[in-house]
């Protein structure tokens, strides 16, 4: 039953943020429909979880009219123009219905029109070389270089978006999405949205985008939104991943081995247990929008889920030993990039970063050590779990 257990999700409990999967756990062995004191659903196990992914009883909730509802409270008493509900108000991940799939069939054209194979393999050399005198280096920085160097070929940034510009905005943009944040850090999200808007330039992408969009009724900040949202869900994720996957295997000598001598089949199948097991989105949030039954409990409509999507990728029902990267894992059906009709639409190009990226990474990286003296450090956010900083030191 909903909420008899004293075991209780609580991201603000010493040490969630470096370590949250003790409680997914947990949840999943004793309480795996949690309601929280706001009266959301959280749920953990696989079963519940991947089927409301894509059930149509479900839909997404609106990130930008959550912020117009809050207007009066976040900007209380300051002069800044509110920018979050029309940043974020073309945001796919928000959207139901007719403008999600028509939105989602043009930025899906657009994106597949570059030669992504090209850019990722550019951008690994790049990267390799760039970091090749360095005597430490930050994991966190090497991936953050890379996925910047594949982004800006494509979606067009102006000279001055350095990529620590350019990661403030999409970190930023990430902590929109989060649950419990605070009113100050609302307020530093609009200014770095409207600071934002000065990032891109009028390239190619926006001009395909302007094409794509013909006979839809978009107005200016409407593909600024459009452009927010690509840079956010290319550039946070992908980093995500790579970074943990990245420290995962160099902590393992037998991981590090299999990378070096695995073909490209092997390459693959270890992409998918990384992604699986770093699952970088680690909650989504969808509505009922007709009451439903889960595990025998009924739930009104308009009841707000929060979907434990890390926790369902190690449920023990579905994985076998899930908390270990088994690298030729064969059956997988993670859902680190959702399911339905939101899944992820650059999984193809998350997965061939990984696919291109994993041997010569790893290939470079064991010129270095763990550097066991500096403690990793991991970001404060519920739903996108960061790795800030994990240091390595030339052997
Ligand atoms: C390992 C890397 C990535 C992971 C784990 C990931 C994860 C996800 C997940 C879980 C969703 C679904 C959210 C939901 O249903 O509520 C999603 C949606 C999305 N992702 Fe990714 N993503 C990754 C990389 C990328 C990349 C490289 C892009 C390229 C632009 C991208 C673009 C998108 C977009 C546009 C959506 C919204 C789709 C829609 O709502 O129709 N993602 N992603």
Known sequence: ????????????????????????????????????????????????????L??????????????????????????????????????????????????????????????????????????????EDYEELDIVDFSKYFIYHILKQFIGLKDFASLENVFEFSNMAARSQDLFVSKQMYLKMNDCFLRGKGLFAEGDFKAKLINELDGFEFEEDDYYSILAITLMAF??????????????????????????????????????????????????????????????????????????????????????????????????PHIAFGKGVHICLGALIARKEMEFGLKPMVAFLQNFNINTMQPLRWGNQIFMRTLESAMLKRN
């Not at 429909?33 to 749920?43: A, E, M, P, S, V």
């Not at 974020?88 to 991940?93: P, Q, R, V």
């Open 1 to 52: 039953m909903v909420g008899e257990s004293t075991i209780k999700w609580n991201p603000f409990a010493p040490d969630y943020f470096n370590d949250p999967y003790p409680i997914y756990t947990l949840s999943r062995q004793s309480n795996p429909i949690q309601k929280d004191q706001f009266g959301n659903i959280i749920l953990f196990k696989y079963r519940d979880v991947a089927p409301i």
């Open 54 to 131: 894509d059930s149509p009883d479900f839909e997404v909730s609106s990130l930008s009219s959550y912020f117009e509802s809050k207007k009066d409270y976040i900007f209380q008493n300051t002069a800044q123009c509110p920018f979050l509900a029309k940043t974020t108000s073309k945001w796919l991940m928000y959207l139901n219905g007719d403008i999600h799939r028509k939105l989602r069939i043009a930025i899906g054209k657009i994106l597949f029109s570059y030669d992504f194979d090209r850019l990722i393999q550019e951008a690994v050399q790049d990267c390799i070389s760039h970091f």
């Open 235 to 332: 550039f946070e994720t992908s980093k995500d991943n790579l970074t943990v996957s990245l420290y995962t295997i160099l902590s393992s000598p037998s991981l590090s081995d299999y990378v070096l001598n695995a073909n490209k089949k092997e390459i693959k199948l270890l992409t998918e247990e990384c992604i699986r097991y770093t699952s970088p989105l680690q909650f989504t949030i969808r509505i009922n929008i007709k009451e439903v039954d889960i595990q025998g409990t009924l739930f009104p409509a308009g009841t707000r889920f929060i979907l434990g999507l890390a926790s369902a990728n190690r449920d023990e029902e579905v994985f076998e030993s899930p908390s270990e990267i088994k690298p030729n894992r064969t059956v997988n």
